[in-house]
């Protein structure tokens, strides 16, 4: 429960510190606007509604998306958009008036809406005012939606999580509420301001215009103290840190480990003087394992010179948890260095961890310079490594990389918490054995399934012999997080409708796989061309399907 309360109080004070930040400026000349009419309990309603608003529309958004198939960033340029046209509107008074006119029509559907755009309203037309704009503002906020991503990986949405949400909007809110008081009074106070309102309407809509274009086109102009990690620069001399980040922080505590591997129970004491390498990990991210055989080569070069890497596993499903699954994944991976289990994702919070995989990068002092999300850049990470420890010479750049194709398949997961793109022509049915039927067309980057299956909320299970999935895939390598916890179940794999041969996965042998262990399986690999249609179906129950992901 500690650690609960020492949280919310950190996402209180984050959304309180929002004050200084960009992102902040479009809504406090809305804020303001809208707290000069009306009574003294106008100002209070329209921060309420604000609060309400963002803390439902940040809960739900994930779901939001799913439903509407639109990605953050088109939300987020739409909601700069309406404030921009906010923004012109009260720059012309004829659109102001137009403006008016419009919400008038609008106070017939029922009578809080008449109160919310009467003049004179208080705190319940200020709670629906003050609700719009929050609906408007939240997405421009990208950094706030790092509570959201948390609850996205720990896959439910607990009170905790809520009380954390809350307690950031109040945070957010409370200056804003401040401002518009403060601002109230004074042009009340002041005749010559009072007099002079459609002039001082004008000069916020310009305000509002001039922040919201400078947070669209100026660089890093939307990151702000909520931000997960300091941004990154570019360093000018190449015997220096490169890419290494601006403002070096302490590393953040090790804590909430359920279990150690490779190694007893590890703090910063102990690494204290050590160059470390914190790699958030799961067994089963396809871009997490091939990350590996980059972190294994720099361990078995470095660690004798006081480089440590501590693998933070932080499960993306529930079979992940189990300590022996991880124990065997890192055996079969051929891992050597320390690897903690962050159940909890206590660990992952409080580095403000967002990825996986993701590197920190921590220098003898014990503070964190380099940062880096995803595959890519091993040489920058490599070279900065080398420059820490004191290692003379630098590494020749290992690239080209794998590209990722622009077209290529997104992770598809399967579970109807996250599910996308599914096409049965029947209704899902949650967590009951179903029969399903394929459509008379898959179209890109669409699924189906046939025969009886129980669809999870992470996973969908067989229910019968000749259950079977089929996607319509673009990407060169396919793979399946799957497992069959009670018995080994076979799967057989089509590729275009025939058994898959010369174009199968490492885990596919005569066409088939044998699923038993609840990880990652190679199932697709083609020599040539980069889409096809892929069938697996099961010999039995018990098949247990997560995600598809996806490579070149």
């Not at 941004?231 to 922080?249: C, D, F, R, W």
């Not at 054995?433 to 996973?459: H, V």
Request: charged share 15%; net charge neutral; hydrophobic share 45%.
């Amino acid at each position: 429960m500690q650690i609960d309360l020492l949280n919310i109080g950190l996402a209180f004070l984050e959304g309180f510190a929002l004050i200084i930040s960009p992102c902040i400026l479009p809504i406090l000349p809305i804020i303001l606007s809208g707290s000069l009419t009306g009574n003294k309990s106008r100002p209070l309603g329209i921060v309420a509604g604000f609060i309400i608003m963002f803390t439902v529309v940040t809960l739900f958004s994930r779901a939001l998306i799913q439903l509407t198939h639109v990605s953050e960033d088109t939300i987020r340029n739409v909601s700069f958009g309406i404030l921009l046209l906010l923004g012109i509107t009260m720059l012309s008074t004829y659109l102001t008036e137009k403006f008016n006119l419009f919400t008038q029509r609008l106070t017939r559907i029922g009578s809080s809406l008449q109160a919310a755009n009467n003049p004179q309203s208080g705190f319940w037309g200020g709670l629906i005012f003050g609700g719009l704009v929050g609906v408007i503002w939240t997405p421009c906020a990208g950094p706030i939606l790092a509570a959201v991503i948390v609850q996205v990986i720990i896959q439910h949405t607990n009170y905790n999580s809520i009380l954390v949400v809350v307690a950031f909007a109040i945070g957010a809110g409370t200056p804003m509420f401040l401002i518009a008081m403060i601002g109230r009074g004074i042009i009340n106070k002041f005749a010559f301001i009072r007099d002079r309102t459609v002039l001082f309407r004008q000069l916020l809509g310009l305000i509002i215009i001039i922040t919201v274009l400078y947070l669209m086109f100026a660089p890093g102009a939307g990151v702000s103290l909520t931000q997960s990690t300091p941004q990154t620069q570019i360093q000018s001399k190449p015997a220096m840190l490169v890419n290494g980040i601006e403002h070096p922080y302490p590393a953040p505590a090790i804590a909430g480990i359920d279990a150690w591997i490779n190694s007893s129970p590890l703090t910063w004491n102990d690494l204290r003087g050590k160059v470390v390498l914190v790699d958030f990990w799961t067994y089963s991210c396809i871009n997490c394992i091939r990350t590996l055989p980059y972190l294994k080569s720099w361990y078995a070069k470095y660690h004798d010179m006081g480089f440590e890497i501590i693998g933070m596993h932080s499960p993306e499903f529930q079979f992940e948890h189990d300590l022996n699954n991880v124990k065997n994944a890192v055996k079969q991976d051929g891992i050597t260095y320390p690897v903690a289990l962050d159940n909890q994702f206590v660990t992952w919070q409080n580095f403000r961890n967002e990825y996986w995989p993701a590197h920190y990068l921590i220098n003898r002092n014990g503070d964190v310079v380099y940062v880096h999300f995803g595959e890519g850049e091993y040489d920058v990470t490599e070279n900065n490594i080398r420059y820490l420890l004191g290692v003379s010479g630098q590494v020749a750049s290992n690239r080209p990389e794998e590209a990722y194709m622009a077209i290529q398949t997104p992770e598809t997961y399967l579970g109807y918490h996250r599910a996308e793109r599914f096409s049965s022509p029947e209704t899902v049915s949650k967590d009951v054995s179903t029969a399903y039927s394929y459509p008379d067309k898959l179209g890109s980057s669409q699924w189906a399934l046939n025969g009886k299956w129980m669809i999870a909320a992470e996973k969908i299970t067989s229910a019968a012999p000749g259950a079977a999935i089929k996607l319509n895939f673009t990407a060169g390598k396919v793979y399946m997080v799957m497992g069959a916890p009670a018995h080994a179940v076979t799967v057989k794999v089509f590729l275009n409708g025939v058994p898959i041969t010369t174009d199968s996965g490492s885990d596919v042998a005569n066409g088939q796989i044998e699923v038993s262990q609840q990880r990652l399986y190679s199932v697709v690999n083609l020599k040539k061309g980069d889409e096809g249609i892929l069938e697996v179906k099961a010999s039995g129950p018990g098949l247990e399907v997560y995600t598809f992901t996806f490579g070149d």
